[in-house]
């Protein structure tokens, strides 16, 4: 499974249409445009999952700068989310 990060997407764009677009180079297990926790709007990125590494890396080839509803996508294998360690900030365990 390969998840691929969408950047600069329309705020009008819609996961269907996300979809549609990915679906052109092979088979997608989903598709997942972020929206902000309060508006519900969209954030302007979302996610793909495509099950066949090749298929994933030809679009990302294809359809980065690519442009989609008026705006030159920014496409990416996806890294993973940073880990936090716990600490909420300042000096914890430096010596003075």
């Known amino acids: 499974m390969t998840t ?7 705020f009008k764009t819609s996961e269907d249409q996300l979809l549609d677009l990915f679906a052109e ?8 445009i972020i929206t ?3 508006t519900g ?3 302007g990125f979302g996610f793909i999952e495509m099950g066949d590494e090749a ?11 690519a442009d989609f509803m ?4 920014v496409v990416n294998k ?3 989310k940073k880990q936090e360690n716990g600490f ?9």
């Open 25 to 32: 180079y092979g088979d997608v297990t989903s598709a997942k």
């Open 55 to 65: 298929e994933a890396t030809e679009a990302i080839e294809d359809l980065h700068e």
């Open 41 to 43: 709007r969209s954030r």
């Open 88 to 96: 909420s900030g300042g000096n914890r365990g430096s010596r003075y």
């Open 70 to 73: 008026d705006r030159a996508l």
């Open 4 to 10: 691929i990060y969408v950047g600069n997407l329309s």
């Open 36 to 38: 902000d926790r309060e």
């Open 78 to 80: 996806a890294r993973p």
